[in-house]
């Protein structure tokens, strides 16, 4: 079971920021939090991934709240091409480092 | 530096015949993972392999599947004697050695349709 639950679908108008939250209450604290994305009939794109400290990169943001519970993924000026489901992860480090858990995500529609 | 490949893009297997679906690296990455996605379903972990070996195979269905990335070449994904509930989308990925396990890119998948 994926360890993270998020919402189920977002929208957003084009130029505007998207923020797309995750929890992950049960997080240790050697575990990091990744975020992928699908855009539609295309294989997941990794966007980031943090640790304890936020994070950005040329693609988002991933804010981190200080007990580590829950994140949130920042687009900043979403475009049309951002409509995809964004994937909240905690790897599964247990017995294999290869077991990422895709659950359901997030639906982000950005809209005109 | 090209990314993850895959090939074939697209696939069509009548029923009970076998699907080979291969998988090349990005150069440098020395772990393959193999995921599927049933159709509006989201992906699924079937297999983690280093060259030469299985590290995790417990997505793997029980029969009919196998996985391989021999020294040289393309790992590979079969399916033998496949049935319509094969039908999928099948992703490789790949990280290289010393990352966090989590940071995996994906190639753009193999559409299996079994008819």
């Known amino acids: 079971d994926a360890k993270t639950t998020q919402p189920p679908s977002m929208d957003c108008a084009e130029g505007r920021a998207a923020n797309l939250p995750c929890n992950h209450s049960?997080?240790?604290?050697?575990?990091?939090v990744y975020w992928y994305r699908q855009i539609h009939s295309q294989g997941p794109q990794y966007i980031i991934h943090?640790?304890?400290n936020n994070e950005t990169n040329e693609m988002a943001s991933l804010i981190i709240t200080e007990d580590r519970k829950s994140s949130t993924l920042i687009l900043p000026h979403a475009t049309l091409r951002d409509t995809a489901v964004y994937y909240c992860?905690?790897?599964?480090?247990?017995?294999?480092?290869?077991?990422?858990?895709f659950g359901k995500g997030t639906k982000l529609s950005v809209k005109p | 530096n090209a990314g993850v490949m895959q090939n074939p893009r697209h696939l069509v297997r009548r029923r009970g015949q076998e699907a080979r679906l291969r998988c090349s690296p990005m150069?440098?990455?020395?772990?393959v993972y193999w995921y599927r996605q049933l159709p509006e379903e989201g992906l699924k972990f079937m297999v983690y392999?280093?060259?030469?070996?299985?590290?995790?195979e417990s997505g793997m269905p029980k029969e009919r599947f196998s996985a391989e990335f021999p020294k040289e070449g393309p790992s590979i994904l079969r399916i033998q004697q496949v049935v319509r509930g094969d039908s999928a989308a099948y992703f490789c990925?790949?990280?290289?050695?010393?990352?966090?396990?989590?940071?995996?890119?994906f190639g753009p998948g193999t559409r299996l349709l079994v008819l």
């Open positions: 990925a790949s990280s290289p050695v010393g990352l966090e396990a989590g940071t995996q890119y």
């Open positions: 049960t997080i240790s604290g050697n575990e990091y």
């Open positions: 943090g640790l304890k």
């Open positions: 992860i905690v790897p599964n480090y247990g017995g294999s480092q290869g077991n990422l858990i």
């Open positions: 150069k440098g990455h020395s772990h």
């Open positions: 392999l280093q060259k030469e070996n299985i590290i995790d």
